[in-house]
Nanobody, 124 residues
Framework: QVQLVESGGGLVQAGGSLRLSCAQS????????MGWFRQAPGEDREFVAA?????????YADSVSDRFTISRDNAKTTTVYLQMNSLKPEDTAAYYC????????????????WGQGTQVTVSS
């Protein structure tokens, strides 16, 4: 079984930064695309960013492409990061780490594994 555990969420003022981390544990893992989705209260889950297995390809939602950066480290256990800069109140949501056994996709049903989520709240 594969587990994804997120950390790094919290409360930040508009314009601030946060760095989310997601550590994979469990059985041997790969090659998996990893990424982040988010869900605000009363809204559907939406794609935020994804990164290919070796990190050579990334994809971002238009709303975050100039502010967020996704990266990963496969050295020991797979860890994926989301650096979020210039945060806005509309970025407030629960952020979920995800993994998919294939190429980058923005479709949530193609991600097999989901973390429990970490809350990000941006105050105005």
């Amino acid at each position: 079984q594969v587990q994804l555990v997120e950390s790094g969420g919290g409360l930040v003022q508009a314009g601030g930064s946060l760095r989310l981390s997601c550590a994979q544990s469990g059985r041997t893992f790969g090659p998996y695309t990893m990424g982040w989705f988010r869900q605000a209260p009363g809204e559907d889950r939406e794609f935020v960013a994804a990164i290919s297995w070796k990190g050579g390809r990334t994809n971002y939602a238009d709303s975050v492409s100039d502010r967020f950066t996704i990266s990963r480290d496969n050295a020991k256990t797979t860890t994926v990061y989301l650096q979020m800069n210039s945060l806005k109140p509309e970025d407030t949501a629960a952020y979920y780490c995800v993994a998919a056994p294939g190429p980058i996709t923005i479709v949530n049903r193609e991600y097999d594994y989901w973390g429990q989520g970490t809350q990000v709240t941006v105050s105005s």
